[in-house]
């Protein structure tokens, strides 16, 4: 039984916290987190086995290109720097107008507002990753300030990360207050949450880390920061998009997904992409709720499409 308040209103303390905490737990109580990691791990070799050939295909690269979220997030970076990477994207709406442009340039938001204001291509999206990326080990207050001030410089799409640390600590409600928080600041800029699958553990902590953040208004779920030692799998990939489809049939709120860091090779993003299409189906098929989270992928895909090594970006 909690105690009175202190200041007489004969209100109990833990009420809204009860109540907050019970919202938590009847959505979880909607799903199943009975999975055994060894049979993702299964499927997840079936499909790569058996679907991944057929869509390496010229079209099917056109369009991963099309979902390329182009990232620069190192403690190098400066004006100079993100500016010829912008120009760059720039560039490449003339020197290849028959290919799609990536779908966002992300940086970090002090550089928000030179890539909104130097980006020439339109629909190239202005993205920043906030709220104290990539540890989300800051003050509230300061993630939301943060947030507010990439979206007043102009950033239309948004990455923050779940707090990895009370989410493992079992305290949901920290958890989802943050990132319902920092939705409320975006408003109507589109938030992808950042689950740093690697440090999860556990197939079904990944899908409770899924479902939590898609209830607390993420826009997107994304893998992985790319700062931690395992990014993103395609284990991981699987069981978010499984999350994805319970979570749309559910609510019918449709949900995007972004597998980021470690995708190094055609190979990777083909099973990134066939993942998502086999789980999500034609739908889902779109740069909108489809991206992809490298750099590297850009070049690898041109040089691909053009049969010899092209270093563009």
């Known amino acids: 039984m909690s105690e009175n308040c202190s200041c007489g209103c004969g209100h109990h303390h833990h009420d809204k916290e009860e109540q907050l905490k019970s919202m938590y737990e009847q959505a979880l109580a909607l799903y199943d987190f009975n999975i055994k990691d060894e049979d993702v791990k299964e499927a997840v ?37 993100v500016l010829k990477l912008v120009e760059k994207v720039n560039d490449f709406a003339h020197e290849y107008p028959d290919m799609p442009h990536v779908a966002t340039i992300v940086t970090y938001p002090r550089f928000t507002k030179l890539v909104s204001e130097s980006c020439e291509v339109e629909g190239v999206i202005p993205t920043c990753v906030s709220g104290a990326f990539p540890s989300s080990q800051a003050l509230m207050e300061i993630k939301v300030a943060e947030t507010a001030l990439a979206i007043k410089d ?17 305290d949901y409600e920290t958890v989802c207050d943050e990132i319902r928080e920092q939705k409320a600041t975006c408003g109507q800029v589109p938030m992808k949450v950042i689950l740093e699958t ?26 992985s920061t790319g700062k931690e030692k395992v990014s993103a799998t395609p284990e991981a990939a699987y069981v978010m998009c499984q999350a994805i489809k319970e979570y749309f049939q559910k609510t019918g709120i449709r949900i995007g997904f972004k597998p980021a860091g470690g995708i190094n090779s055609m190979q990777d993003a083909l099973t990134y ?41």
């Open 198 to 223: 690697g440090d999860l553990g556990t197939c079904a902590n990944i899908k409770k880390a899924s479902i939590l953040a898609m209830y607390s208004g993420a826009d997107y779920i994304k893998t």
């Open 45 to 81: 070799k079936r499909i790569i086995a058996e679907k991944v050939p057929e869509n390496n295909t010229p079209e099917v690269k056109k369009f991963m290109f099309g979902s390329i979220e182009l990232t620069t997030l190192t403690t190098q970076d400066s004006a100079e720097s």
């Open 273 to 313: 992409y066939t993942i998502y299409k086999e789980i999500l189906g034609k739908d889902w098929l779109n740069n909108y709720y489809f991206r992809l989270g490298t750099s590297r992928l850009a070049n690898l895909v041109l040089s691909d499409l053009e049969g010899k090594e092209v270093k563009f970006f």
């Open 154 to 170: 102009g950033a239309k799409n948004v990455d923050i990360v779940m707090h990895v640390g009370e989410f493992l600590a079992g």
